[in-house]
């Protein structure tokens, strides 16, 4: 793990092209400097990790701060650049398509932009769908709309068909918004084309609603998730007390990781129960969730659950593996199974008035909140100062707060979790009253 | 029909009381005048009524104008209300209850409000729920949350002995806010009581999303209900041209009526069907919905259709008649089998991706917007200035925009519809693009 | 005033064409019937008047029914429409814009739509702007902005300028978006037009943020204004609790009319006092609003003031008038008068926190609410219909619930106020508390 | 500065009490462990910093770490805590007032809570406010809300006199929500507790809308500030363009630093100007803001300008030094400046319309957002760990991402601006389009 080259990105080549930026080389003048090709942030900046680099006399891994360089690889006359979207919808892709044409087009004064249509199938001609010019003014108003001004698309296509679609109409560079797939096919053509020996720069920036990118401190679109889902938990709370155990569940998206359901219901503290991926809990037994839910009726006569779409599937046995276009295991619906054991649990017990509420499409087809609107363009700029500067195979992201370029195989290595023991999942806890095991 | 009587409002006996309000009786001193009991105002406002009535030399069907009466039946210093919310969840039910909190205190100086807890359950003292008592401080903020303060509950309870609970605790007025079967219950309260003597005023609030009250010309929370359901929509068809023959189906209610779908699919325009419970129409043939759908994809490469929850009931056969608790018909869930439909029918066709969104609940809980909190207190201000008159059976409402008193059992009779040869419907399909006839 | 030709619309000559609309003659046949060019609906719908008009024998003013004809005047092949928007801001006018397009180029198939840009100006060649050519695709997302898509300008253009530009353009229908100025000039330039033998179909939509055109139930743009005030007067409230004596003073639009001030304090009931145009008051005095501020602070340690910006004028003396480019009087600064007035009163009596709050601006460029959105294509459609069967001089509108043509010289003699003895006001004091009299 | 025990807290004595939380102190049981007394946080992780303490062979400087303490000062059952709210309104003071009560009534079971109404001055007897009892109930809707629940004022009150009513009340800790002034309290009101050999802890969770709090990554509120400044940018930008040579000018707030305007101008990219109180800049000249505003209508015929209420203060010859009652300075107001300066320079070169637009009571009085949500529950029960392990004299707060706590003392010393050469500010300049210099 301690591989101090762990986080260096791949280069096409020298850059030997003025950048067309008027920026500084120097502090002190008021005007931003060029980023130096060897300005170098921290990867973990705890005082563990500090002590241990002082007592080894080891340099720390390090990651490669992004933003303009003064030396660049593309002749921005000559550039002819390409942006697809991949994947699942997601708040702010329109945003980051916005970004990246403004920065092409105004810092870089690239005038050609492709828009690919329909995720990589757009770059699959069997497809048959047109590319699409992209100017700034046919981009300038995107951003108050959700979804994706470009279209997207699940599953994989052939990487060498891609490549040839991508030589034939000479693209110097290709921004591929999308999930860890996506990430994937972007670290492919990377391959493919430096197999080729071709000049393509080839970058990735990370989508995913769940923010289950490892590595980076959160993905685009994730605070407008739980923003969205917000109102609707005080409604859904609305909708518990209105009723003698009244209980409403509330399914929202995170497929492995619970993100949005945790941070929902801590933006919105009207949440009783959260239910996620990442933690194991029985439905059965003295201190499962049934029996905790009853003692909560009991004593409040209305419950809130939200639970994350991938929580709970150890309750499903014998379960056949289903797989999406993506790849994507395709899970039980945890909400409705929730919803059926507790009208059976209570059944007996207690007349209880159950509502069911899954927003999920409404959520991921939010348009981007202010937050996420800032974080969008922070990361198509940097994308566009990247690959200009020919650097290939890497995402543009945010890491302790702070801009980065990382290779785009070290954010799909694995999924980025919940840590059960950890200060946000005990936050959490806090807010709704938990308890620490459910079963 | 023609019955000149039809309209009047029964009363509990001679009003005794003056008015507390310090209003006028005459015009043109800048003070508001008390409504006269004999004021009315005309129902059918047509020519074509108009023209009827001046060949028959009679007199039109007329309303009683709801307003404060210098007379009134009931002695404020010793009158106790209470307040009931029954059925289903609908916005602005907390606007109203505040209204009538407020205008029984502050307007009347009556002290002592009883709210009824989770609906007509809350009159059987078999429940066991107990009595809240409702001040101005603690209703004055409600306005701004979905739901009911108070609790609902669907179902009947046993009239007499509501009425029972009613005597004894001295409530000498019931205000019912609810829906049809609500308000069904307040005439058999009503007659139970004129049965027994009694000087107890009965009102009806008339509550229902779908707005399918007849005779009235909005029910309270059906604005709200579109104005909700509309960046719904907007983001559906986000969805819709994020995928290449993207199709977003997003149901909404409406069981007996599709006003809240239609007035949802003009108030947002990216809706291309609208499938209402009033309209015939077929999934085959060659005019059918499918075939229709399919050329609008040829065209257009998306689709968004909306869909009331009461469409289409004919498309099941053999279908068994459940009811739910308050004796409404279940109906089967139109939104997912249209999904299916369109799924099998392009399987062969074209690849088509498909999102079904239900928002029914997101709509329902939802807090009244600015013109539902308009009409919500005027109902209210306007209720309670008829029960202090000693009005009973009767529900406040508007029609032809202005307030009126009608009586309980004459909104009862029918469902509102759509009219599918009549000017709304023909702006539905103006905007949508639909035609007349789908099969 | 009982002339029974007073609503009669003038026609550019006989309709000999058949619209290209596919509707119905017949009742019962399930599709929209052609409105009749002899539809009319009574224009006074109170029992009062029924009963003159009865006791006379006289048949009752009407208007003409607003909706398709069967016949038309313009042969939609070669027509040429225009729009054009004039005066201030207001929510919606980009949806008329959108709905006129979308019906001149769906149901009629016109193919070439001019928009005028910058209001008359654009009428005026010297002013150099150029025109736009509108299309669906360019319109089809407007309507979820605020402002003009075509720009607006203030002021009178010369008649016969604007006349001949028409001509010269070959113009058979100008669509005139605007306000009681606007509205004049859409008389002159029919008068002109007639004056000229032309036969260009001149048509106003009313604009007005403030509601004060006469006659109509309500004008566009108005529900979203006082929708938007409402969560500021929420917030304003709390502003005013969140001090000692905190007062908020927040000034609204309503030049001449307090429609907006009144319903918005409506729509929030969080306000104390609501000061209007329409109403006389004094600030000092026993029973002047000064005092009355006094005992609310005493009792309740805070208030909330919502003004009409053309409040008060009475209590500016030896102003000198003053005219903006449309030539309305422009006012005193109401709203700063006031806190100065306050911050004086009680500046030996009581220290007081006062925040003054003019949000006009951020009221009349949203984008319209979900009610206006429906209000507004409805307008536009209707608008069509006329055009497209010959009429001209008049305006689309809707009178009792129901879509009308007027003589558009008839809404334009006098505005529209808020009735202090009628109930619309008399809700507003029952609901701030606010007494009848100040002063 | 290289002070290593610079972020030290101080203590009221040792923590002799174990917690009542049921807390680990083990990893790996899936419980969350109590935080050490000697978790450390490196201060800045930057790689220079890192190589400098490589170099001199020297441990960084750290923070402590935020969170609950297994051995605590306070004996839960017989503590009373008091809660104060201090200076401007900013979204989200409910949000911490409400975690703070939670969390000391749930976590550690603390049954009195006092409420000290109006800010310092509540502490002030004289003054004659009666506190506030506070409990879940009361402050379980709160969030919901802008304003303060508490009530708020400015300005200093004898610390002596706070003390006192402090002792008198057995209050055994304070918890400060407030700005620069409100944390200089805290300071002195711990250092007069200190000279009594009291044991009351003092907390201070920092509050400005401004997000000038130095040291910290964000205050509490920013978020929400520029997350609704965003939507009135928009339609802003809809007034400009709405008129020929429309110009909008928006004040928002930022006394010394101009976060708000600049995150605003990002978030919602139709801002060509953002004038903050960092930059200096002039109106005259070839390159000042007059020209290059000129230069912009002439090409786009519409500007939208940001100002911060600090901005230009340099443009105001001769000003007296005026303060408000917290002793800041009281600005000239840039807004309405810049408006007269814009309109007598293009008197005599072209028409404009400008409208001018300040919002800031509608921006700090607006509910938190969920982001600021979740932020202020994760401060407020930091601060309640904190308190409840005796430290005093200490603000809770996030830095890098990480809760700390921080010598109250370290937060005041210096204002946080923007950076004029940093990257924040060069992405500002990236999306706007403005130059480096104007003039």
Redesign the interface.
């Known amino acids: 793990m301690n591989d101090k080259n762990r986080f260096s990105i791949e280069s096409l080549g020298a850059s030997q092209y003025t950048s067309p930026l ?1 920026l ?1 080389t120097v ?7 060029f980023v130096s090709e060897s300005d ?3 990867f973990d ?3 563990q990790y ?2 241990q ?2 007592n080894d ?1 080891e ?2 891994i ?1 990651m490669e701060k992004a ?1 303009p360089r003064q030396n660049i690889f593309f002749d921005a006359k000559n550039t002819t650049a390409a942006i697809v979207t991949c994947g699942g ?1 997601c708040p702010g892709i329109n945003n980051v398509i ?1 970004g990246l044409v ?2 092409l087009h ?2 870089y004064g690239i005038k050609k932009i492709i828009g690919i ?2 995720g990589y ?1 757009g770059l699959n001609p069997e497809k048959g ?1 047109d590319f699409v010019e992209l100017t700034p003014d046919k981009v300038k ?1 995107i ?6 001004f470009l ?3 699940r599953g994989e296509q052939d990487v060498s068909v891609m490549v040839d679609t991508l030589e034939n109409n000479r693209v110097d560079m290709l921004f591929a918004i999308g999930g860890d797939g996506t990430l994937k096919g972007v670290n492919a053509i990377g391959e493919e084309i430096a197999k080729r020996n071709g000049k393509i720069s080839v970058v990735g920036i990370p989508k995913t609603i769940d923010n289950d990118i490892d590595l980076i ?1 959160e993905s685009f679109g994730f ?1 407008t998730a ?2 969205v889902a ?1 109102p ?1 938990l ?6 518990a ?4 155990n ?1 209980i ?1 569940i509330i399914k929202l998206m995170g497929r492995d990781s619970g993100f949005i359901a945790a ?2 219901a ?4 009207v949440v009783n129960f959260v239910l996620i991926p990442e933690m194991d809990f029985s439905l059965e037994g003295e201190e499962g969730f049934l029996k905790v839910l009853e003692k909560r009726l009991q004593e409040k006569k209305h419950a809130v659950i939200v639970v994350a779409e991938g929580a709970g599937q150890q309750l499903f046995k014998d379960r056949k593996m289903v797989k999406d276009a993506s790849g994507n295991v395709q899970h039980e619906d945890i909400g409705v199974f929730l919803k059926e054991k507790i009208i059976e649990y209570f059944k007996e017990k207690r007349p209880v008035t159950i ?5 999920s ?2 959520v ?4 981007a ?3 996420d ?2 974080y969008c ?2 990361l198509a ?1 940097h994308a566009v100062h990247g690959a200009m500067a020919g650097k290939t195979k890497f995402v543009a992201s945010r890491i ?2 702070r ?1 980065v370029y990382l290779p785009v195989d070290e954010v799909t290595k694995k999924r980025k979790k919940i840590d ?4 946000f ?3 959490v ?3 709704t ?1 938990q308890p ?2 459910l079963g």
């Open positions: 008027q500084s502090k002190g003048d008021h005007i931003f400097s170098r942030l921290v900046p705890s005082i500090y002590n680099c002082l006399g340099a720390p390090c933003g919808l916005r403004m920065a105004y810092f249509p329909y199938e769908h108003d951003h108050q709309f959700g979804g994706t279209g997207s698309s401190d605070q739980f923003d917000s609707i005080r409604d859904a709370h609305n909708e007390t209105g009723a003698y009244g409403s941070s929902a801590l933006a919105m503290p509502k069911y509420i899954d927003p499409y409404i991921r087809c939010a348009p909140n202010s937050s609107s800032v363009s922070g700029y302790n707060n801009y059960l023991e950890g200060e999942w005990f936050s806890l806090q807010s009253g620490f095991f």
